[in-house]
């Protein structure tokens, strides 16, 4: 039994959602049918989840929503004529989204998700209504109904582990079970969504609780590649990768999926397949425990940017024992988490996300490292890059450093800075911004092109 | 004006003397010698040194000295006999060895600091007898006399500040200062010795003290080798170093100098020139502030074995703010001090000195680090050497990474860890430590030979 999840864009109309009516018509395994709210048809399109949080501020705020609602029915309404499937469903989403603004008002966070979630739910009744008269029994599955709970926390549940065992019951349902991503219900009965990851996180807790045999994550992209498409021409789809390998992947600037939200399908095993609802013979890209290991050592390349560097320099800091810690406490105690923190013996660097801090925090950081540390100088740099390489096994490959140094300096790009000794699947390299996509091509040239 | 500063082995018989005192005469810039006591003559022989520790434990046990202290009143007889000092100067050194025995039993670390500095202190006594007939006027200079004082820190002494006013006054004497290296007197009059380092920490406070131009270091080496001579045939020498690559050079294992040693004069800009007193038209090393920069990015490569990394794993691990901390503050609690931590997503990898634990109390660290961070999993691995290439400027040749990392993958040898971007005068590699030997040669091929 798999559980499948469709993303926005492969729902975001009638003739998309034929695409998916056909998808789990054509394997019997496909019972549990995650979906999310309708996406953007064209780049210009608005998703419903944002015409939704419109619509939800308005109402909180006493404002007029009344042309932000109707552009939210009519979304839905376009789908359903497409669909030629009646008026019953949009009266039922209209009468929701109607009920959603008398919500209480006092928990502001909870108000809002309510209205979020019902991008999901209402979607979850419409597609549940076309599989049925297209021929596939289907039931709608509300997650209050299936048990599916998690923790008082708006925009950042967490599933409640006593949600598995009511979850696994979906496995008996004789019909498609269609059930909306991106939320469940606090133990007191609220609402409450998902972080980042949205449905996916769905997907791969409903792919938990019922021990699916696999999590079927359909998407608009025919597989995960080795490099980002925007950067490097037609690159190369990766056919097998490990959980490690798209953990890393995810880090360095991959956002095909988010791996956190596969966690609960990793923790049990359960191979996760990239697939593309408007290319579903392509044979997308499988994410699983273990993989055949190929010749090639590195499998993806990733980047990205928007980090700083503070370099401390004081003489005599090998010996001084606690002072690393000391930089630590310093940046903890500002609520500041830093990437990687490289050190020689008389310096030390530390790699951050440069959007923690405005340039005044940033100053004020600086006079108190160098106040407290003692420090001979502190200087800040900014606009670095991070560029990955990731695989299994990589590092038992000699060649791989050897093959990546020579793209740098082929290209003329000065590494400032290289990770590698931690991580077992991956290797980094710190360099200046502008040079980021010259990167990411000239490595992908080295791993994926030369012979 | 000089200080010029003269070895053990320079000092070790007659001969190596007639060589010392022509050197001082060569240049009349050479006014303040400091001498080190007796080194070895041969690979067999005992330094004076390491008598006179042996000569002062059995004092101090109330053991019977006579044939310890035949053997040192022996070796500097040996040299005067050779010089044909005559037997006035071995009278007043016996009676100076004679007199140690009655000195405070009370207070053993300052009891032996006594015996220990006698060697330089009647060296030079010996020394500057041997240039007046020579005709070169000079005089011994007891630090006391001189305003040497130190801290009470017996074997670990720190110059005082004031020191150096009065170390000042030496640049008017008509004679050659033939001064004692190695200690220096506490304010309440005892001797103590300096750390590692010994006479070169001697000659370097002068060097500030005197404001010289030039601190000459005679040794037995033609010059700093770009690589060590035991490891590479031949190895090219360095003309010029600066005081940061000296620096690392020194942490990475480099021995002829301890860069420590050599602060004080580094502190006001004076060069320090190593040269070999077997062979005074050689070059030598010059280590100054600032070089011309060569083509060549890369001046010497260092290496040096006995460490271990321990590898903690803890899935979202670089969410957690804080947990580098804890790792460093468990390390603090038990005085251990690190190298690098180099750090990925989920995982943190500490490189340390092997020698801080017994491999019980390794075993009680793992366990802590385990339980208290909560860690997936926590391994150790042993006998890792860390390889360093060092050169001011050489972060900005693109290549350097790229030909290492060549070198290495051309050896067959893994890389387990890179550090860059900390320092910016070197980058260090970390690979098991049977293959040390190996990449230090791949290195030097690939930096100092290859055309």
């Given at each position: 039994m798999n559980v499948i999840k469709f993303g926005g864009s492969s729902l975001a109309s009638g003739s998309q959602l034929k695409?998916?009516?056909?998808?789990?018509?054509?394997?019997?395994?496909?019972?549990i049918v995650v979906v999310s709210a309708p996406g953007k048809r064209s780049a210009e399109d608005e998703k419903v989840t944002d015409l939704l949080i419109g619509f939800g501020m308005k109402a909180l705020a006493g404002h007029d929503y009344s042309s932000v609602l109707s552009k939210i029915v009519n979304r839905y309404q376009t789908i359903a004529e497409e669909l030629s499937l009646g008026t019953e469903i949009i009266g039922e989403i209209r009468q929701n989204l109607d009920d959603l603004i008398n919500g209480n008002k006092d928990e502001p966070d909870y108000y809002l998700d309510a209205f979020k979630a019902s991008g999901e739910n209402n979607n979850a009744k419409l597609v549940a209504a076309y599989f049925n008269k297209e021929g596939v029994p289907a039931r709608y599955m509300n997650p209050k109904e299936a048990g599916l709970l998690v923790t008082n926390e708006p925009g950042n549940a967490q599933v409640?582990?006593?949600?598995?065992?009511?979850?696994?019951?979906?496995?008996?349902?004789?019909?498609?079970?269609?059930?909306?991503?991106?939320?469940?219900?606090?133990?007191?009965?609220?609402?409450?969504?998902f972080s980042r990851g949205g449905s996916d996180i769905t997907g791969s807790i409903l792919a938990n609780g019922i021990h699916a045999e696999l999590y079927e994550n359909f998407t608009d992209v025919d597989a995960i590649f080795t490099a980002n498409p925007n950067v490097v021409e037609n690159?190369?789809?990766?056919?097998?990768?490990?959980y490690r390998e798209m953990r890393e992947l995810s880090y360095g600037g991959f956002s095909v999926l988010h791996?956190?939200?596969l966690q609960p399908a990793f923790k049990l095993g359960i191979p996760v397949q990239i697939k593309n609802t408007n290319n579903p013979s392509a044979p997308g890209t499988r994410i699983m425990k273990e993989r055949q290991l190929s010749d090639q050592g590195v499998i993806g390349i990733a980047s990205s940017s928007g980090f700083s560097s503070i370099y401390i320099d004081k003489?005599?800091?090998?010996?001084?024992?606690?002072?690393?810690?000391k930089v630590l406490e310093i940046l903890e105690s500002r609520g500041i988490s830093y990437e990687h923190m490289p050190s020689g013996i008389d310096n030390l660097t530390i790699i951050l996300h440069s959007d923690q801090m405005s340039s005044e925090e940033e100053q004020s950081l600086l006079v108190q490292l160098e106040e407290e540390l003692g420090a001979?100088?502190?200087?800040?740099?900014?606009?670095?890059?991070?560029?990955?390489i990731v695989g299994e096994g990589m590092r038992e490959r000699m060649f791989t450093m050897s093959k990546a140094a020579t793209a740098f300096s082929e290209n003329n790009i000065n590494i400032d800075m290289i990770n590698q000794g931690a991580s077992e699947v991956s290797v980094m390299f710190g360099i200046?911004?502008?040079?980021?996509?010259?990167a990411v091509k000239a490595l992908y040239e080295a791993f994926f092109e030369k012979k």
């Open positions: 695409k998916v009516v056909q998808i789990v018509k054509d394997d019997a395994a496909r019972k409640l582990s006593e949600s598995y065992e009511e979850l696994a019951k979906m496995r008996d349902s004789e019909e498609v079970i269609v059930f909306p991503g991106f939320f469940g219900y606090t133990r007191d009965g609220k609402v409450c969504t690159p190369i789809g990766i056919k097998e990768l490990t791996d956190e939200a003489y005599l800091m090998n010996r001084e024992i606690g002072f690393g810690r001979d100088s502190v200087k800040v740099e900014h606009d670095i890059a991070l560029i990955m200046q911004a502008k040079h980021e996509d010259l």
